[in-house]
C-alpha cells in the first residue's frame, strides 16, 4: 500500500506538474523538491528519534492526506499554484513516508523474523508498485484530472491505518545524545 501510494503519487505530481508548466521547468522541481527534502528528513529524523515512527508515519500520512485534499480543493482556482504545491509535496514527502514504513517494520520485527519476512514484505512493495501505477493510469483515464488527488488522499489515509496497526505496541527507544541526523551525516 505504501509503495503503490508512491508510485501513483509520483505519476500524480508529474502529471499535475506538466499540465501547467513547460516540460523544460522539470529539471528546476526536481532539483527544488531535492533541496526541500533535506531538512525534512533532518527534522524527520529528529522526531522520529524521540517518539518512533510507529507513532510518527501514520501521522505524517494522515497530514499528507489533509494537505492531498487541500489541493484538490485549490486545483480548479489556482491550477499553477496547485500544481508546484503538489509537486513539492509528494516530491519531498513520498520518500520520507517510504523509508519511515521500512523503519516501522524494522522495529516491529525482531531480527530473525526480519529475515523470513522480508522477502515477502519486499514481493509485496513490487505488487503495490505496479499496482500504484495501474491505478494512476486508470484514475487519469476514467475521470477528471484532479481525481488523482483524492484517490490518493484515500490510500494514504490507508497508510495510515495500517502502518499505527503495524506499530501498535511497538515502544520507541530513546536515542543517545550522540544520535543526531548530524551524527548520521557525518558517519555517511
Known amino acids: 500500500l505504501v509503495v503503490a501510494t508512491f508510485v501513483a503519487g ?8 506538466l499540465s501547467s508548466v513547460a516540460v523544460t521547468s522539470l529539471p528546476m522541481f526536481v532539483g527544488l ?3 526541500l ?7 524527520t529524523a529528529r522526531v522520529t528519534g524521540r517518539i518512533g515512527p510507529a507513532r510518527l508515519m501514520p501521522l505524517l500520512n494522515a497530514a499528507s492526506a489533509m494537505l492531498l485534499v487541500a489541493e484538490w ?3 480548479a482556482r489556482w491550477p499553477w499554484l496547485t500544481a508546484v504545491a503538489v509537486y513539492l509535496h509528494l516530491a519531498a514527502l513520498g520518500p ?3 523509508s519511515g514504513f521500512w523503519s516501522t517494520v524494522s522495529e516491529r520485527l525482531e531480527p530473525r523474523a526480519a ?6 514484505i519486499g514481493l509485496g512493495a513490487t505488487l503495490g508498485g505496479i ?10 483515464a476514467l475521470s477528471s484530472p484532479g481525481a488523482i488527488l483524492l484517490v490518493l488522499a484515500g490510500f494514504q489515509l490507508a497508510c495510515a491505518v495500517a ?14 545524545a550522540d544520535a543526531t541526523p548530524w551524527a548520521a551525516i557525518r558517519v555517511v
Open 115 to 120: 529475515k523470513r519476512r522480508i522477502g515477502g
Open 73 to 75: 480543493l485549490a486545483i
Open 163 to 176: 502502518l499505527y496497526v503495524l506499530g501498535r505496541g511497538i515502544r520507541p527507544v530513546r536515542l543517545d
Open 37 to 43: 527534502t533535506l531538512p525534512l528528513v533532518l527534522v
Open 33 to 35: 523538491s531535492a533541496v
Open 10 to 17: 509520483k505519476a500524480a505530481r508529474d502529471a499535475t506538474l
Open 131 to 140: 499496482a500504484g501505477g495501474v491505478i494512476a493510469e486508470r484514475t487519469a
Open 96 to 98: 520520507v513516508l517510504v
